[in-house]
């Protein structure tokens, strides 16, 4: 049986409201194996952001079950949770958020630092991310020094760095011009080829769409299709 | 790995961290400027006190009250045969006070008059002048301050009236020979200095005396059974008591200035985590624990400190050295009516007091930079990665 990165049975998520309760996720049941390039798509509203921070152990579901690489997110302590995102999740968002005071090669470097190791290591590994996203030349510069899609490239190699096994990306593409949203999935498809990692898009733009594997469609919460892409 | 982090914020933070940095700096020059000067007083005070009227130690005749004027005329008590020869070879010098009235210029003026002997060496008062001759006035020694007051100045006679032994009152006739610069204004306020044996001769007194003053610290075991032994603890009370009041109406001052450096950081960290919300949820979704970034945020306003600590030594330095070389004067000669402060004031600095004081400061910013980041244990990642305010 092949190995799986993420399993969600029967998963809810609600929020409360002014009067009650809204649903957010209903009853989702997924999962995802090594070395996938899948994505989430479906309209705004439809839970997508909301189903990549219960996989990114950001948010906590209602009622389900969700196994991420071995932990279970409903259970986990803060420190848990903390451990499995700095050992074994990167996070690509929208708004990039990278650190503004750190130039990019403290904002690449900074999940290392987490992970406590030898500074030569180190070095080297924040110079292959470097690398790997094509932004060598622009290890000093601010993030406010940067173009939307340098920012982006970035935040990819920050979310490379340490080789994480799953890679969540919620909408990548969103503030980037076609140029920069085809170089970025280039990258992360090659990332993806070389080092086996997972990703998993939230989105609706059909560039991403066109890129991925495996597409799951969310409406209103719930899962209304999921099929395998071979043009990809 | 938190400490780069911090240090990293602080560099990031540019400007802002210099106006800190400068503030608290500010603060700190000012707060050990202060404890200088009044440690620099309170060392100069008791030293010139020493000098010139306490030496090692003091006997003081029981019969003296100092805060009762009716027991002034009989303050006196016979000098032990024990002390005796400490007094013939100059190592205990009797003092002798006694309530008098002079006649300066024809007015009358109320004054204590002390009798030491002229050929005392221990003590700095500038006594060596006052051996009388064979006839001609007594000679007498004033203050600076007691010559403004009598209108007095060398060479002048006047008449002092005191009571002798059997109550009777007896006139001399007194001659100034030297205004004295007395750093210690008791020793000059309301006071006319004469010759011990001239006063007790005006007195019809042999071996007594008011006060004992000893040479050296080992005389203190010396049995005097009429006598009271004051020790330095006692004798710097007042003082001592003194300078901390003052001390301490000047830390309104200074409360109000570490208040300021506390509000600028609690400003700038409070700003920070009002700011920086979504970059606390990054820092979050990257896997930091909360305590690891409560405890880089509260660093990272520590730090400040620690940095406005070497700012304030390195750019004090000069203020202090031209302190403690060149002293500190009061501007125009402001008479405080209290010990040494009518010269420069050489600084010298008390270390364990000033590294206290950085330490306190010290703690004080941790704990004033942990009390806004502790918002952030409330904070959920998604919501402070959305970086609205709806915590
Ligand atoms: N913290 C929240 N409180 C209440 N409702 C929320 C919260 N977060 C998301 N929602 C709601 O859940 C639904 C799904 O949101 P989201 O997952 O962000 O959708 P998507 O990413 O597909 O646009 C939306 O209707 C949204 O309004
Ligand atoms: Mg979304």
């Known amino acids: ?232 | 790995m938190i400490f780069k982090l911090a240090l990293r914020n602080i560099i990031g933070n540019g400007w802002r961290s210099l106006i800190n940095i400068g503030i608290i700096a500010a603060v700190l020059i000012s707060l050990i400027w202060m404890e200088a000067m009044w440690y620099s007083w309170l060392v100069l005070a008791k030293t010139q006190q020493k000098q010139w009227e306490f030496a090692s130690g003091m006997l003081r005749s029981k019969n003296y009250d100092p805060y009762d004027t009716f027991s002034w005329e009989k303050s006196y008590a016979p000098i032990p045969a024990e002390v005796l020869p400490h007094v013939e070879s100059g190592d205990i010098v009797p003092i002798l006070y006694a309530p008098s009235v002079i006649y300066p210029g024809g007015r009358q003026l109320s004054a204590m008059v002390k009798g030491i002997p002229a050929g005392q060496k221990v003590l700095e008062l500038p006594s060596s002048g006052l051996a009388p001759s064979e006839d001609g006035p007594i000679p007498a020694l004033i203050g600076k301050n007691m010559a403004r007051t009598t209108k007095l100045g060398i060479g002048d006679v006047f008449t002092l009236r005191v009571k002798d032994s059997a109550g009777a009152f007896n006139a001399v006739d007194l001659q100034i020979t030297d205004v004295m610069d007395s750093p210690v204004p008791s020793l000059d306020i309301g006071t006319v200095w004469v010759d011990l044996s001239a006063l007790r001769e005006a007195r019809l007194l042999t071996d007594v005396a008011t006060v004992l003053v000893l040479k050296e610290k080992s005389l203190q075991s010396v049995s005097a059974p009429q006598y009271e032994l004051i020790t330095e603890k006692e004798f710097f009370a007042d003082l001592n008591e003194m300078v901390m009041t003052k001390a301490v109406g000047q830390s309104v001052l200074f409360l109000l200035m570490i208040f300021l450096a506390m509000l600028a950081i609690f400003d700038t960290q409070a700003l920070a985590i009002f700011k920086r919300r979504k970059e606390i949820g990054m820092l979050s979704a990257l896997g930091m624990t909360k305590g690891q970034i409560t405890r880089m945020f509260t660093l990272e306003g520590a730090l400040y400190m620690v940095f406005a600590a070497i700012a304030s030594l390195v750019l004090g330095f000069p203020l202090f050295w031209y302190f403690a070389t060149k002293g500190f004067a009061l501007p125009g000669g402001v008479d405080f009516g209290v010990v040494g402060f009518d010269r420069p004031l050489k600084f010298v600095y008390p270390l364990p007091l000033i590294l206290l004081t950085l330490v306190l400061m010290f703690i004080l910013t941790a704990f004033v930079s942990w009390l806004p980041v502790r918002k952030i244990a409330a904070l959920k990642t998604v919501d402070a990665l959305k970086g609205g305010t709806n915590a």
């Open chain 1, 1 to 232: 049986m092949e190995t799986k990165t993420v399993t969600i049975t029967k998963m809810s998520k609600a929020f409360p409201t002014g009067e009650g309760e809204f649903l957010a996720l209903k009853e989702v049941t997924l999962d995802f194996g090594a070395g996938e390039f899948a994505g989430i798509v479906g309209p705004s509203g439809s839970g997508k952001t909301t189903l990549l921070n219960v996989i990114g152990s950001l948010d906590t579901p209602s009622s389900g079950e969700v196994d991420v690489l071995g932990y279970k997110v409903s259970q986990l302590s803060a420190k848990q949770s903390s451990e499995l995102r700095s050992h074994h999740l990167g996070f690509i968002f929208q708004t990039y958020n990278l650190l503004p005071v750190y130039n990019v090669y403290e904002n690449v470097e900074f999940p290392l630092l987490l992970l406590k190791m030898d500074s030569q290591k180190r070095d080297r590994m924040v110079k292959d991310a470097l690398e790997w996203v094509g932004l060598t030349d622009k290890t000093k510069s601010r993030p406010a020094q940067l173009s939307g899609g340098q920012c982006q490239r970035v935040a990819i190699a920050r979310a490379m760095v340490k080789k994480p096994s799953l890679v969540l990306a919620d909408e990548p593409t969103a503030n980037l011009d076609t140029e920069n949203s085809l170089h970025i999935l280039d990258t992360m498809k090659n990332i993806n080829a070389n080092l086996g990692t997972s990703f998993i898009f939230a989105t609706h733009d059909q560039k991403v769409i066109k890129y991925l594997r495996r597409v799951i469609r969310l409406v209103d919460g719930e899962v209304v299709s999921d099929d395998l892409q071979t043009g990809a």
